[in-house]
């Protein structure tokens, strides 16, 4: 197990509605990272928190959204829901910033929208 | 733009042969280099990450690095079926953690 769990591990919604996805990353991490992984691909960067700031974005909208939290949580939302929207986002946590070799993913949420 | 490209595959091998998975990548600007296993339904797992130029080996794993190809491979020798799964290359631009994914090779082993 990586210490990383995520929640819901599945969800359904429907094209413009609202998601909010949600990671509890290890004690000490400070550094977490949200990826998408549509079927088939490889996972995508969408952003990275460091320290409840955001450090660095993908090429990803502005309806991705994020927050980190000093209890080592962090949100993904996400608004306005497209069909393309739907695949596994997963989170990853890691101690510090340039520790990519101590980066762990977490089981991911599988969102479909309809 | 950052891109990662891997051998489209899948690749079959036979239990026990050694299994070669490659990656190019676009930009020079990358220090990391990381393999991930995947397995179907389940979240990405380290398996190697490599810095520097030249081989790195850990067990029955071996990854190479090529900067001035900017080549990247993953060899796995004695392959078992245990090690079937989609292999995952990424590179880590502006901080090893922001990661550039590959879009995967499927390795099947059979028994």
């Known amino acids: 197990e990586t210490g990383v769990t995520q929640s819901p591990t599945h969800l359904i919604k429907t094209r413009g509605q609202q998601v909010t996805l949600r990671c509890s990353s290890q004690?000490?991490?400070?550094?977490v990272s949200w990826y998408q992984q549509a079927l088939g691909q490889g996972p995508q960067f969408i952003f990275q928190y460091y320290r409840e700031e955001e450090n660095g974005r993908g090429n990803f909208p502005p309806r991705f959204s994020g927050l980190q939290f000093p209890n080592y949580s962090s949100e993904l939302n996400v608004n306005a829901l497209e069909l393309d929207d739907s695949a596994l986002y997963l989170c990853?946590?890691?101690?510090?910033?340039?520790?990519?070799?101590?980066?762990?993913f977490g089981p991911g949420t599988r969102l479909l929208v309809l | 733009q950052k891109e990662v490209e891997q051998n489209s595959g899948p690749l079959s091998v036979p239990e026990g042969a050694i299994a070669s998975l490659n990656c190019t990548y676009s930009d020079r600007g990358s220090q990391s280099f990381f393999w991930y296993r995947q397995y179907s339904g389940k979240s990405p797992e380290l398996i190697m990450f490599i810095y520097s130029n030249g081989d790195k080996e850990d067990g029955r794993f071996t990854a190479q690095l090529n900067k001035a190809s900017q080549y990247v491979s993953l060899l796995i020798r004695d392959s078992q079926p245990s090690d079937s799964a989609t292999y995952l290359c990424a590179g880590g631009w502006g901080g090893s953690e922001k990661l550039v994914f590959g879009k995967g090779t499927k390795l099947t082993v059979n028994p």
């Open positions: 990853a946590s890691s101690p510090d910033i340039g520790g990519g070799e101590t980066q762990y």
């Open positions: 004690s000490g991490h400070n550094t």
